[in-house]
């Protein structure tokens, strides 16, 4: 998914992601004590932990890429730290539904429409 050699950083536990650009920027420059210009991605996941939203900068603006799961859950990092520095592989086994310590993956689902 994403191959760049870019720095990737989750923050741990769960956030609101009704936030989008702003509100998440905000958070790696407050919480995560970081800077969101700096090119790297910054990973959020929600409470029910079935969604993740990855804010970066690119050159004149901010990009924000979302993944929905529509069954089961990623294997997201509880809240003990305020941001936690993963590989991009690493990032690429959590949105492949990796635990990043035992290794299962989300079964793929087949859907013919959407309603």
Not at 48 to 64: A, H, M, Q, S, V
Not at 92 to 109: C, E, I, K, P, V
Request: aromatic residues 12%; hydrophobic residues 35%.
């Amino acid at each position: 998914m994403f191959s760049h050699n870019l720095q990737v950083y989750l923050a741990p536990g769960p956030t609101d992601l009704r936030k989008s650009i702003d509100g998440l920027s905000i958070l790696v420059e407050n919480q995560m004590e970081l800077s969101p210009f700096s090119g790297y991605l910054f990973a959020f996941c929600n409470r029910k932990r079935t969604t993740i939203k990855i804010l970066y900068w690119d050159n004149n603006g901010f990009c924000l890429w979302m993944k929905r799961l529509e069954s089961q859950t990623f294997q997201w990092p509880d809240e003990d730290t305020s941001s936690l520095c993963i590989s991009n592989r690493e990032l690429n086994w959590l949105l492949d539904g990796l635990n990043l310590h035992q290794g299962r993956a989300h079964r793929s689902l087949k859907y013919s429409c959407v309603s």
